[in-house]
């Protein structure tokens, strides 16, 4: 089992930024890809950006490049989230992911852990 915890959100405004942090205990060595996934009211859960663990590459949705950074502290297991230039559509919960398989990926079904979200809200 390996637990997700997920801190960082809150509100901001446009333009400005928020870093997300998503430590991880329990059977850590299962966990070789970490995913950021997010949600808005009435609408799907969607890829954000994953990271695999031991390598560092990264892959991210096209919404996001180059204003959003995943990047991981081995060291700490943990994961974060840097988001800068936030729009009021980044409003979302935002949920860490992770699977035991190294090769990123970027569906819900990949993953097999969950963090419980933590709200992020971007005001106009």
């Known amino acids: 089992q390996v637990q997700l915890v997920e801190s960082g959100g809150g509100l901001v405004q446009a333009g400005g930024s928020l870093r997300l942090s998503c430590a991880a205990s329990?059977?850590?060595?299962?966990?070789?890809?970490m995913g950021w996934f997010r949600q808005a009211p009435g609408k799907e859960r969607e890829f954000v950006a994953t990271?695999?663990?031991?390598?560092?590459?990264?892959i991210y949705a096209d919404s996001v490049k180059g204003r959003f950074t995943i990047s991981r502290d081995n060291a700490k297991n943990t994961v974060y989230l840097q988001m800068n230039s936030l729009k009021p559509e980044d409003t979302a919960v935002y949920y860490c992911?992770?699977?035991?398989?190294?090769?990123?990926?970027?569906?819900?079904?990949?993953?097999?852990?969950w963090g419980q979200g933590t709200q992020v809200t971007v005001s106009s």
């Open positions: 992911a992770s699977r035991p398989i190294a090769t990123m990926a970027k569906t819900e079904r990949s993953y097999d852990y």
């Open positions: 329990g059977r850590t060595d299962s966990s070789h890809a």
């Open positions: 990271i695999n663990w031991r390598l560092g590459s990264t």
